[in-house]
């Protein structure tokens, strides 16, 4: 690893791929190396070309669909592949993760693959996604490689607002996010922060659709950014976020503020008109029925109350916006979801309840659909679980 990422560090950003390509290929003879990121939305992967040829390649790159593939398979398990190839060699497939965050899958062929040659795809696979991780600041090239849509301004400035990796893993949480935007942009966001000694997440749904609701979405999560990164306290960041609107926006914004104390799993909710977060405890799945406080910008005195509640090892907490329970959404049922994907992944449990509501309104959301779900492990320290399950 130390190899290739002393050799990322000579090369120029758009020359991850090949950096690694040409790792393997020295020391195994590897050939027919790429690199397939994940596209947006979660439902494609996307070969990146090698450097040199971006510019010709632009929205003509090579896609696979991800249900049922290898690849699939692959970032579900976050596990290597291996498969005899056509030409007598072997086939390898490596996750490209970072901290939880799937990135993409690494695709190679090998002559012969032993523990060694294995292990060291892995490692290299490991190797690229930090590679990307720091490179991407520098290039669009990881940027446009994921888009296999057409995206409008309402969408690029909400696809802005949201953190830079949809999942972050620790010893203590596992926290994933995702969200699947309406044809008309509904204002959705999520965002999260890990401090020294508590993790803070936001959800947020801004009224409206389009680029108004992208505009007040940026109001809103730059106003609880801006706070908590002062050190601002959880009702102090609301009452920032409610100022900010009232001040310089138009409409108002639900939402649901949060902080963990990653010591004794204590946490701290402001509500602000949003809807209620779902708990998953042993086999029970309830709704947490907290005190709604006004949404944030409504033009009435508004007073924000921080609530509190205690987190179990095992438990998980589902956070959603309306856009997942209202009009056609209302026909999926939920909490049976949460139940029967208890011991998979919060990767897998986002993915499945977004999806669930996508199939329900046939492919034409009227309102962005959006869950973030925290797997609590409990206040502990030292090495954080990986696995492909729940960690609980």
Known sequence: MDE??????????????????RNLEKRFSANEVSFWLVDMIGQEAVRLPRAGTAAQTRGKTERRGLAGSVYDRVLRSQSLYQEPDEEGG???????????????????VVPEADDAVR??????????????????????????????????LAAEIQHQLLPSASCCEAAQFTLVGGLVPADDIGGDTYDYALDQDALYLSITDAMGHDTASALLATLTVNALRG??????????QANAAHQ?????????????????????????LVNAGHPWPLRLRGHTVEELTLTVNMPFGVPAPVTYRVQRLGLEPGDRLIFITDGMRERAAATVDLPALIHATRDDHPREVVRTLTWAVHEACAGSLPD???????????????QRDTNGGSNT
Do not use: K
């Not at 962005?368 to 030292?382: C, E, F, P």
């Open 4 to 21: 290739v990422l002393q050799a990322a560090e000579d090369a120029a950003p758009v020359e991850s791929v090949d950096v690694v390509a």
């Open 90 to 108: 072997c086939r390898l497939v490596a996750p490209v993760t970072n901290r939880g965050d799937c990135i993409g899958v690494l695709d190679l």
């Open 119 to 152: 292990d060291a795809v892995a490692q290299a696979a490991h190797a690229l996604a930090y590679i990307v991780v720091t490179d991407r600041r520098f290039t669009d090239l990881y940027h446009w490689g994921r888009r296999t849509t057409t995206v409008s």
């Open 227 to 236: 706070a908590r990164r002062a050190g601002h306290s959880l009702l102090d």
């Open 244 to 268: 900010a609107i009232t001040s310089h926006g138009r409409g108002m914004t639900t939402g649901q503020l949060l902080r963990v104390e990653l010591e004794t799993g204590t946490c701290e």
């Open 368 to 382: 962005d659909a959006t869950t973030m779900v925290l797997d609590w492990h409990g206040s502990r320290t030292g």
